[in-house]
């Protein structure tokens, strides 16, 4: 198993700044691909931004620009610097990893509020 935990969350003004970590434990070794998920309330969770071993990237389309994904492999974290933050990008944030052997791994999920 691989143990997720988020931090960095929070309340900021429209065209503000935030920066996510997740702290990957357990069987590390096994993940080949980190990214943030978002859900707001009534809506799906959905792809924000990801990064596999490669450090080949993808975003999704309203974020690009303006959201940046990075990696820390000796330290097994991964962030996401989201700049110029815009109310709509207010949402549950999760941690996601991919494993071989096992697939998803989530952590528990981090609020960003973005005020207008």
């Known amino acids: 198993q691989v143990q997720l935990v988020e931090s960095g969350g929070g309340l900021v003004q429209a065209g503000g700044s935030l920066r996510l970590s997740c702290a990957a434990s357990g069987r590390t070794f096994s993940i080949y691909s980190m990214g943030w998920y978002r859900q707001a309330p009534g809506n799906e969770r959905e792809l924000v931004a990801r990064?596999?071993?490669?450090?080949?990237?993808e975003y999704l389309d309203s974020v690009k620009g303006r959201f940046t994904i990075s990696r820390d492999n000796a330290k097994d974290t991964w962030h996401l610097q989201m700049n110029s933050l815009k109310p709509e990008d207010t949402a549950v944030y999760y941690c996601?990893?991919?494993?071989?052997?096992?697939?998803?791994?989530w952590g528990q999920g981090t609020q960003v509020t973005v005020s207008s």
């Open positions: 996601n990893a991919a494993s071989y052997g096992v697939g998803y791994n």
């Open positions: 990064i596999d071993l490669h450090d080949s990237t």
